[in-house]
């Protein structure tokens, strides 16, 4: 977290974006001996209708207090969409907010309570997408969302949960825009502090990702899944927000392949955890299967 630990975000942030910017995709001419990726800092003052110098003290963190005026121009000149220009407006605003306490993420009894009686693969996030809690449909999905686990950092560094996501590269990009999100003005988060710090060693991946400044919500969406004992599986996802935690859960298409091997998953997963006389532990006071 280099660039929050520096206190200067907002230049952080526009030195990023302008620099994911090509000059024909500005309108400008490709021109030659550029040494730097994207845009120039004169070009973007340029195009926003502001000083060279003025931009150039933004970037550097001289000034923090430009107007929403000068914001739009800049979100408009570096191609931002709304989710980008929400962000860049909050990091002008936050220094002006007085610092947030966190409560310790907890999950309501009530949502133990849901995830037992789903009989699709559920399970409870935080924020910084660590695992709370889940269902045995979850597990049977991936051992990977067993409570205590975080789902980044599982799909960075654990071999057999990248192999899990038919498209990981698209998967990672999306975690890592989706935790720079979250975190937005909540730098100071020990939680995100240590998943973050970790992360930035052990994995080049994410110090890449990191680095653009990408930003965007992790919500609905429909995701293909290789499981290595029913095969691939075709799931919606549904993101539900539930007091200051997230209750996820993933489902087929009705009547489809991928319903039809939820079941047998969810069949499978039912005499594991039942078993049958042979293999359970001696004292086991569950009656035996005739």
């Known amino acids: 977290m280099k660039d929050e630990e520096s206190g200067n ?63 739009e121009s800049l979100a408009r000149v570096l191609q931002l969409d709304d989710i980008e220009r929400t ?77 899990f996501h038919q498209d ?15 975190i937005g003005d909540d730098t100071g988060n020990p939680r995100f502090v240590e998943l973050v710090g970790e992360l930035a060693l052990s994995s080049q991946r994410f110090r890449t990702l990191w680095a653009r400044h990408d930003v965007r919500r992790l919500d609905g969406g429909t995701t293909t899944v290789h499981h290595p004992v029913v095969g691939e599986l075709r799931l919606h996802r549904d993101k539900l927000p539930i007091d200051d935690v997230i209750l996820v859960v993933y489902y087929p298409d009705k009547d489809s392949d991928s319903d039809e091997k939820l079941r047998l998953l969810a069949a499978l997963t039912h005499t594991e955890s039942t078993g049958t006389a042979h293999d359970r532990p001696a004292g086991d006071p569950r009656p035996k299967t005739p």
């Open 9 to 71: 975000r907002l230049g952080s942030y526009l030195r990023a974006r302008r620099e994911l910017i090509s000059p024909a995709q500005a309108g400008l001419p490709p021109g030659g001996n550029r040494r730097v990726p994207g845009l120039r800092r004169e070009e973007v003052a340029l195009l926003a209708g502001i000083s060279p110098d003025y931009y150039l003290r933004l970037e550097r963190g001289r000034d923090k207090n430009p107007s929403p005026q000068v914001l």
């Open 87 to 163: 962000y860049l407006l909050g990091l002008a605003t936050a220094r002006l907010r007085a610092p947030r306490r966190k409560q310790p993420e907890h999950v309501p009894p009530r949502v133990h309570e849901l995830l037992a009686h789903l009989q699709i693969p559920a399970f409870v996030e935080g924020r910084a997408f660590d695992v709370l809690a889940s269902n045995p449909m979850a597990i049977a999905l991936s051992p990977r969302l067993r409570p205590g686990l975080n789902r980044l950092r599982s799909l960075l560094l654990d071999p057999e949960e990248q192999a």
């Open 168 to 182: 990981w590269t698209k998967a990672t990009a999306d975690f890592i825009a989706a935790l720079r999100t979250t």
